[in-house]
T-cell receptor, first 113, second 115 residues
């Protein structure tokens, strides 16, 4: 049973471009969570999704950021018109249900030039 | 608002010795959980140990144990018989009992293990 898979592992974008980060949860997991880790800081919650639904996006910036978890395929975190302050490691976690242990992926390191 | 504070940016320990990493937190909730996560250079977040606030007994996982002082809101991690593979960033985290996914992390402690 493969763990939570995130790709790409590293992503470089120029200011103003779009970044798309992908997360495939563990098999059998229908709950996905995105966290962001700024340099020298701990992870911060961004959004919680179940299949086709956003449950809690209280940690998402109001502009330029969006997330989806379609019926088929991976969860996508999309950042439009990236700025240097978006440079961070973005982690995805999944769980089989609510109130169960979260399994983290290895993150995507986004660098904005 | 809940906060988690790790006041040691970096700690160093000799292989086979014991080291304690500190963590304090602030909350007005009575139902909550505390965690220690390990983040090696691979970046993957690995759950080391978990403590339920309602349990008075300190959690233990092999060489890892915690000292949970609820009144003082302190949650330190003790690593016994340190190994080279223990070198990593360690994050203390908190979550409310009714919010299973919203972990609040401290800023981390980098642990160096000297051979």
């Amino acid at each position: 049973n493969a763990g939570v898979m995130q790709n790409p592992r590293h992503l470089v974008r120029r200011r103003g471009q779009e970044a798309r980060l992908r997360c495939s949860p563990m098999k059998g997991h229908s709950h996905v969570y995105w966290y962001r880790q700024l340099p020298e800081e701990g992870l911060k919650f961004m959004v919680y999704l179940q299949k086709e639904n956003i449950i809690d996006e209280s940690g998402m910036p109001k502009e330029r950021f969006s997330a989806e978890f379609p019926k088929e395929g991976p969860s996508i975190l999309r950042i439009q018109q990236v700025v240097r302050g978006d440079s961070a490691a973005y982690f995805c976690a999944s769980s089989p249900g609510l109130d169960e242990k979260l399994f983290f992926g290895s993150g995507t390191q986004l660098s904005v030039l | 608002a809940q906060t988690v504070t790790q006041s040691q940016p970096e700690m160093s320990v000799q292989e086979a010795e014991t080291v304690t990493l500190s963590c304090t937190y602030d909350t007005s909730e009575s139902d909550y959980y505390l965690f220690w996560y390990k983040q090696p250079p691979s970046r993957q977040m690995i759950l080391v140990i978990r403590q339920e606030a309602y349990k008075q007994q300190n959690a233990t996982e092999n060489r890892f144990s915690v000292n949970f002082q609820k009144a003082a809101k302190s949650f330190s991690l003790k690593i016994s018989d340190s190994q080279l593979g223990d070198a990593a960033m360690y994050f203390c985290a908190y979550r409310r009992g009714d919010s299973s996914y919203k972990l609040i992390f401290g800023s981390g402690t980098r642990l160096l293990v000297r051979p």
